[in-house]
């Protein structure tokens, strides 16, 4: 999908909005659970397609991309938000992760291919996840979250390394950057983009760390 394209812009402003109306309080426990179900049948739906089109392949669609992960745990902490982890990991990942996959997707398919539906429904219901949870509900982070999410992030990575080796894939882009635009091209060569990325990662988990403190 074109970088900017009219759909982009579209899925960026439903994803604006709907953060800023969850924020605002609270929602009752049901909304959290039917957006649960929003991005669960989205993910599972994502992977029907691609099997049902005979393109679901070991080196692509298994759940090791870091936003996979973030789509699950977001399922997961929204159903069970007294889940302190769940609901940091999901901060952290979501508004790092997530929210760079909107701003710039790496999604082959254009408007409006079923996949253009579940990619932007997985990776902004994410955030409107951790906005609803984190800032709505005032389920804050705990004191030494970002360590504990930056370290399980490390870990995380670590088996998508493994994975992306035992496959031949290309998981959280460890092989080789996105074929479409992104933050990665101006992070130099293969293997500094990686480091590069770890740190910038580390420097955007402090970030989201002080403002947690500053509301907590």
Not at 78 to 102: C, D, G, K, M, T
Not at 135 to 161: I, K
Not at 200 to 210: K, Q, T
């Amino acid at each position: 999908m074109e970088l900017w394209a009219p759909e982009h812009l579209a899925a960026l402003a439903v994803t604006a909005a709907g953060a800023i109306l969850l924020a605002r309080r609270c929602p009752a426990e049901r909304i959290a659970r039917i957006l649960a179900l929003c991005i669960l049948a989205a993910f599972v739906a994502e992977q029907l397609t691609y099997a049902l089109r005979g393109e679901w392949t070991l080196r692509v669609n298994l759940p090791f991309q870091l936003t996979d992960a973030v789509t699950l745990v977001a399922v997961a902490a929204l159903w069970r938000p007294q889940a302190a982890l769940l609901v940091e990991l999901l901060y952290f990942w979501a508004f790092s992760a997530s929210l760079q996959a909107i701003v710039t997707p790496d999604l082959g398919q254009p408007f409006p291919d079923v996949l253009y539906f579940t990619y932007f429904v997985t990776h902004a219901g994410a955030v409107l996840a951790a906005g609803l949870l984190v800032f709505g509900c005032r389920r804050l982070p705990r004191p030494g979250a970002v360590w504990r999410v930056y370290g399980l992030t490390a870990c995380f990575a670590g088996l998508a390394a493994v994975a992306t080796v035992a496959t031949g894939g290309n998981y959280m882009f460890l092989r080789r950057k996105p074929v479409h635009d992104s933050l990665l091209d101006v992070m130099g060569p293969w293997p500094w983009y990686i480091l590069a990325t770890a740190a910038l990662g580390l420097v955007i988990f402090l970030a989201l760390d002080a403002l947690a403190r500053a509301l907590r």
